[in-house]
T-cell receptor, first 110, second 115 residues
Framework: QKEVEQDPGPLSVPEGAIVSLNCTYS??????FMWYRQYSRKGPELLMY????GNKEDGRFTAQVDKSSKYISLFIRDSQPSDSATYLC??????????FGSGTRLQVQP | NAGVTQTPKFRVLKTGQSMTLLCAQD?????MYWYRQDPGMGLRLIHY???????AKGEVPDGYNVSRLKKQNFLLGLESAAPSQTSVYFC??????????????FGPGTRLTVL
């Protein structure tokens, strides 16, 4: 079983919809939780970063971490066609290397 | 400011051939990483380096070697390529403190096919 599980999608939504992307994990030592966005044929780029449990908001994006359930989410409000990309969750424990999910492909239809 | 660059962008090898992938960063980052990305597998860490002259194994190091002779460069070598090494290879770099530790800056990737 992988340490980090992520539904590969694709997830197709109409423009303006609220999108929910999720990851589950098994390692209770994970403390830092990140979401990376990867456009087709490009390298990933950091979107949001959260330490421990709670919510973090940045514009149309909200990241949630529920450590008791070992579950993290990324919400995108008022989704745009430019949000179409693969979203990878990543997490780490202490100073260890990042562990990535396999990514969810999102398509926002105009 | 080019960020992280990778050479080459594409390559086709025959089984048994060798090659070196070059990664360069101009952000003065201490840490550098090599990942491979395969469908359904996400990014898997091959090797990484926490400073000039130091390297360490990641999750999937077999069949690869690395060197970090200069702070700005990180080389990934395949001594005898196998079809299982067909993948997209990403290099990344980061700084060891604060948000920067979690923000890895990725290159554009190298698409490698081994026949």
């Amino acid at each position: 079983q992988k340490e980090v599980e992520q539904d590969p999608g694709p997830l197709s939504v109409p423009e303006g919809a609220i999108v929910s992307l999720n990851c589950t994990y098994s390692n209770s030592a994970f403390q830092y939780f990140m979401w990376y966005r990867q456009y087709s044929r490009k390298g990933p780029e950091l979107l949001m970063y959260t330490y421990s449990s709670g919510n973090k908001e940045d514009g149309r994006f909200t990241a949630q971490v529920d450590k008791s359930s070992k579950y993290i989410s990324l919400f995108i409000r008022d989704s745009q066609p430019s949000d179409s990309a693969t979203y990878l969750c990543a997490m780490r424990a202490g100073r260890r290397a990042l562990t990535f999910g396999s990514g969810t492909r999102l398509q926002v239809q105009p | 400011n080019a960020g992280v660059t990778q050479t080459p962008k594409f390559r086709v090898l025959k089984t048994g051939q060798s090659m070196t992938l070059l990664c360069a960063q101009d952000m003065n980052h201490e840490y550098m990483y090599w990942y491979r990305q395969d469908p359904g597998m996400g990014l898997r860490l091959i090797h990484y380096s926490v400073g000039e002259g130091t390297t360490a194994k990641g999750e999937v190091p077999d069949g690869y070697n690395v060197s970090r002779l200069k702070k700005q460069n990180f080389l990934l070598g395949l001594e005898s390529a196998a079809p299982s090494q067909t993948s997209v290879y990403f290099c990344a770099s980061s700084s060891p403190s604060g948000r920067s530790y979690n923000e890895q800056f990725f290159g554009p990737g190298t698409r490698l096919t081994v026949l």
